[in-house]
């Protein structure tokens, strides 16, 4: 390589001087760290808000315009469901009923949970059981419980155990597993359509969406039209969750604390990456002096200084990486309720601002040595 000299030189520089790199891997490290843990948990966040559409798995909802999230349905009438089933382009059409419910356990005590309420005939959106037979959903007063992080929170419920719900009797008849815990920290039931609103009070209207499946890609477009003309809306899955992503980023104040945090987390990074590669330059004035006596070229230093300054942020890049994931590893190991995730978008992310930091630290670098006149480091 034709510079494989030039970036010998500059990493026995870099690395012999243990105290500076060792601080160099330092800064970075934590700021990755930083970085990653924040948008870690603002991802964790993000998929457990829209566990509800991950978990029924749905191809289109149709909703009221106002609904800004899953778990805070506005209720519709019936002729919303009618229409949809005699849509052009609509596969099927199934309504599903979600709401909230004190449920009076054996001890006496008392648990909030969410209710799902599954179209009778298909029950369509269930959850796979772990334990029972979906059949059994079809008898007086059953439900299934879902066994996830709040399950603990029913008292650890079995096949055969007996709760209150509005003053009316529930049965355990299944224990089922879904993709993704809810944001809440509630646990959830599920049973039928018409069981969950003759247990749960109301408001006139009971149906909380409508859940459809369109024929093909190109019937979508063809459905929503239908839909607007209404006066509800109609969402894909993915258009669904980008909603409950903008509402949870933008109106909410969990996105600009994320954010703050992260930049907090650059800025420190930088700071201490950037200080201290410079005083390193300054130390080290002599050396690169001595290097343009021998011949060396200005081009031929930039790329050391730009060499030394990614190998160290990729370095540091790397622990930080290492670091955040153990952490989250042994966090969920030990708390089911922890939410953190990392994801591609917020590796991509941190790679990106570590290079950035990379490049400011040799900005300041390549400024200081390219003003070295090899006189004046002889002179001296």
């Known amino acids: 390589m034709k510079y494989s000299g030039i970036f010998r030189i500059g990493f026995k520089l870099?690395?012999?001087?243990?105290?500076?790199?060792?601080?160099?891997?330092?800064?970075?490290?934590?700021?990755?760290?930083l970085m990653m843990q924040m948008t870690a948990i603002f991802a964790g966040i993000l998929n457990r808000a829209f566990s509800t559409v991950t978990n029924v798995g749905a191809a289109m909802w149709i909703m009221d315009p106002a609904v800004n999230t899953a778990t805070s349905p506005i209720p519709m009438p019936d002729y919303v469901l009618?229409?949809?089933?005699?849509?052009?382009?609509?596969?099927?059409?199934?309504?599903?009923?979600?709401?909230?419910?004190?449920?009076?356990?054996?001890?006496?005590t008392y648990q909030s949970a969410n209710v799902v309420g599954l179209d009778d005939e298909s029950l369509f959106g269930?959850?796979?059981?772990?334990?029972?037979?979906?059949?059994?959903?079809?008898?007086?007063?059953?439900?299934?419980?879902?066994?996830?992080?709040?399950?603990?929170?029913?008292?650890?419920?079995?096949?055969?155990?007996?709760?209150?719900?509005?003053?009316?009797?529930?049965k355990i008849v299944g224990i089922a597993r879904v993709a993704a815990n809810?944001?809440?920290?509630?646990?959830?039931?599920?049973?039928?359509?018409?069981?969950?609103?003759?247990?749960?009070?109301?408001?006139?209207?009971t149906m909380s969406y409508v859940l459809v499946q369109p024929k093909n890609a190109a019937a979508v477009a063809a459905i929503k039209e239908q839909v607007t003309k209404l006066g509800y809306v109609a969402f894909t899955k993915d258009e669904f969750n980008k909603r409950i992503t903008d509402y949870?980023?933008?109106?909410?104040?969990?996105?600009?604390?994320?954010?703050?945090?992260?930049?907090?987390?650059?800025?420190?990074?930088?700071?201490?990456?950037?200080?201290?590669?410079?005083?390193?330059?300054?130390?080290?004035?002599?050396k690169f002096g001595?290097?343009?006596?021998?011949?060396?070229?200005?081009?031929?230093?930039?790329?050391?200084?730009?060499?030394m300054a990614t190998f160290t942020a990729l370095t540091g890049y790397g622990l930080g990486i290492g670091l955040v994931t153990l952490m989250i590893?042994?966090?969920?190991?030990?708390?089911?309720?922890?939410?953190?995730?990392?994801?591609?978008?917020?590796?991509?992310?941190?790679?990106?601002?570590?290079?950035?930091?990379?490049?400011?630290?040799?900005?300041?670098?390549?400024?200081?040595?390219?003003k070295i006149e090899p006189f004046d480091i002889f002179r001296g």
Do not use: C, W
């Open 82 to 108: 009618a229409a949809a089933r005699s849509m052009n382009g609509v596969s099927y059409a199934v309504p599903i009923f979600m709401g909230g419910a004190m449920v009076k356990l054996a001890d006496g």
């Open 126 to 170: 269930r959850p796979e059981l772990e334990q029972g037979n979906i059949q059994d959903i079809y008898a007086d007063n059953t439900f299934f419980v879902v066994d996830d992080a709040e399950f603990s929170k029913l008292e650890n419920p079995k096949i055969g155990t007996t709760f209150e719900l509005n003053d009316h009797r529930g």
């Open 182 to 205: 809810g944001l809440n920290g509630v646990p959830t039931l599920y049973t039928t359509y018409n069981r969950a609103k003759e247990y749960l009070p109301t408001t006139r209207f």
């Open 329 to 370: 590893e042994i966090f969920r190991s030990q708390l089911p309720n922890y939410a953190a995730t990392i994801t591609f978008g917020n590796v991509g992310l941190a790679f990106g601002m570590v290079l950035l930091i990379a490049g400011i630290s040799s900005y300041i670098g390549i400024r200081k040595v390219l």
């Open 248 to 286: 949870y980023t933008y109106k909410t104040g969990i996105g600009t604390n994320i954010l703050l945090m992260t930049v907090i987390a650059f800025i420190v990074g930088l700071s201490i990456s950037g200080q201290t590669f410079y005083t390193f330059i300054l130390e080290n004035l002599e």
């Open 14 to 33: 870099l690395v012999n001087d243990k105290a500076k790199f060792s601080a160099l891997l330092i800064g970075i490290t934590f700021a990755v760290f």
């Open 290 to 307: 001595a290097l343009k006596a021998i011949g060396a070229k200005g081009r031929e230093l930039i790329y050391m200084i730009l060499f």
